[in-house]
């Protein structure tokens, strides 16, 4: 049973750079038949899907966030990251991780959720 | 990429049925069977309840349902327990190789 936990500040400043960790436990992060996302929620709100990272390293991401996010891999630590630049409050949000099923596009399991808000 | 249409509110009383509409566009909802549907309790990570349209993931029970027709998506509680209540939000791959999530259906438990 895999097992995902997010991890990093929970405190941001404006216009600095959100850096998330999700540990992925029970299960390889080297394979072939997932992607590794990242969904956010703000307070109160919908979700948001903000990219993910294939074991190979090649990655897609939200148009809408594209110029700002970068995902990571590390599969020596069976990690993967998230780094947001220049954020605003409207970043303030619970960031996810969660393994995507290739084969079903769909996101199962998802972290625990960490929320980062960003303020002065 | 604009969000799928879900109701804000739905309600029902135990026993009853309830069904959470999704509309989105013919680049996601119409064009793809990767549509998936997700249970949010107070405070906890979303779980997948059914994916593909209409398949339950081990586990989940039958009372849960869902379907396609056209750009419309629905999920489907049958014999409603107390314990559905919840949010529920449905999501779709898009023809841009993103996903798009709907707003979200509160579920209340009458």
């Known amino acids: 049973q895999v097992h995902l936990q997010e991890s990093g500040p929970g405190l941001v400043k404006p216009s600095q750079t959100l850096s998330l960790t999700c540990t992925v436990s029970g299960g390889s992060i080297n394979s072939g038949d997932y992607y590794w996302s990242w969904i956010r929620q703000p307070p109160g709100k919908g979700l948001e899907w903000i990219g993910y990272?294939?074991?190979?390293?090649?990655?897609y991401y939200n148009p809408s966030l594209n110029s700002r996010v970068i995902i990571s891999i590390d599969t020596s630590k069976n990690q993967f990251s998230l780094k947001l630049s220049s954020v605003t409050a409207a970043d303030t949000a619970v960031y996810y991780c969660?393994?995507?099923?290739?084969?079903?596009?769909?996101?199962?399991?998802w972290g625990q959720g960490t929320l980062v808000t960003v303020s002065s | 990429q604009s969000a799928l249409t879900q109701p804000a509110s739905v309600s029902g009383s135990p026993g009853q049925s309830i069904t959470i509409s999704c509309t989105g566009t013919?680049?996601?909802?119409?064009?793809?069977?990767?549509v998936s549907w997700y249970q949010q309790q107070p405070g906890k990570a979303p779980k997948v309840m059914i994916y593909?349209?209409?398949n339950r993931p081990s586990g989940v029970s039958y009372r849960f349902s869902g379907s396609k027709s056209g750009n419309t998506a629905s999920l489907t509680i049958s014999g409603l327990q107390a314990d559905d209540e919840a949010n529920y939000y449905c999501?779709?791959?898009?023809?841009?190789?993103?996903?798009?999530f709907g707003g979200g259906t509160k579920l209340t438990v009458l």
């Open positions: 969660a393994k995507t099923i290739i084969a079903r596009l769909v996101f199962d399991p």
């Open positions: 013919s680049s996601d909802v119409g064009r793809y069977k990767y």
């Open positions: 593909d349209v209409s």
């Open positions: 990272i294939y074991y190979s390293g090649s990655t």
């Open positions: 999501s779709s791959y898009t023809s841009s190789s993103t996903w798009v």
